[in-house]
């Protein structure tokens, strides 16, 4: 985005009109945006020595002008993101620092060895984690923290409405219509995938609160803690007890089926 950036503060003068006359059309839900919704896929290696596809990261690039729809749409959702999302998730949140939960987690372990405390403590990876959210399901969270029928309608055609083509060594292929997924190379996201994720830390809230699990060092923290949340990468803390421990199984398999 940087080489836009420049581009665009260097021309805004002579862009500028077209610009707005488009965002007026947008609002006023007269642009067709799936004219300028599309993208081209690349796969960038997570290693130098990659050979496998399970080694490579796809990242879709978008037209400019899609982009800068979708930007400032991130900017209108961040400037509530405090309100909107848990306080267990730290990553791509302002105001919030992506260490919070690396140093909640060692003071959580600290805790746990000088108390002579039992608990466990695990790690989740998602797996292919943006590709696989279920448009349903972001949508119904969406309803559900209560954004208007206007706004659920703007995140439906920014991530929906678009076609993309896959590039391998150099070569374009034909263009396609996904069916789930959140884009990596989109700004808006990573905050949707906060909003989705968020329902994990309620799901088990809510559980923690009719006593289906527990969570660890309660006289620190209120109910206990029971999860921290870096975008995809999360921790749970349970008590050692088996029956909780199945629930907790349990609500992790169901937040599983709901969203992906």
């Known amino acids: 985005m940087a080489s836009h950036q420049s581009f665009t503060r260097v021309f805004w003068n002579t862009i500028k009109d077209d610009l ?32 496998v596809i399970q080694q490579y990261r796809p990242i879709c690039l978008l037209n400019v002008s899609f982009k800068i729809f979708t930007k400032v749409a991130t900017n209108r959702i961040s400037a509530i993101a405090q309100k909107l999302i848990r306080p267990t998730q730290t990553a791509f949140i302002p105001g919030r620092n992506i260490l919070e939960g690396a140093v ?50 703007w995140i439906e055609h920014f991530t929906q409405r678009g076609n993309v083509n896959l590039k391998v060594n150099d070569q374009l292929g034909s263009n396609f219509q996904t069916k789930k997924g ?25 559980a ?11 006289h620190l923290i209120d109910d206990g803690l029971s999860i921290l949340q870096y975008a995809d990468d999360t921790v749970i803390f349970m008590s050692h007890d088996l029956e909780k421990a199945v629930n907790m199984k349990l609500i992790l398999s169901t937040f599983e089926q709901l969203s992906a």
């Not at 707005?20 to 796969?43: C, E, K, Q, V, W």
């Not at 696989?132 to 949508?139: A, D, H, N, Y």
């Not at 959140?182 to 809510?206: E, K, Y």
């Open 104 to 153: 909640i987690l060692h003071e959580t372990i600290h805790e746990l060895h000088t108390k002579k405390q039992d608990g466990v403590i695990f790690k989740i990876d998602f797996e292919k984690a943006y590709d696989k959210v279920k448009w349903s399901f972001l949508q119904q969270t969406l309803r559900m923290k209560g954004f208007l029928d206007k706004w659920c309608n």
């Open 20 to 51: 707005i006359a488009l965002f007026r059309d947008f609002h006023d839900g007269t642009l067709p945006l799936n004219s300028l919704n599309f993208g081209t896929i690349i796969l960038l290696p997570k290693k130098s020595d990659a050979k």
């Open 208 to 218: 923690k609160q009719v006593g289906q699990v527990e969570g660890v060092i309660p």
């Open 182 to 206: 959140l884009r990596q190379g989109d700004p808006l996201s990573p905050i949707l995938f906060n909003i989705v994720v968020d329902m994990l830390a309620l799901m088990i809230a809510r």
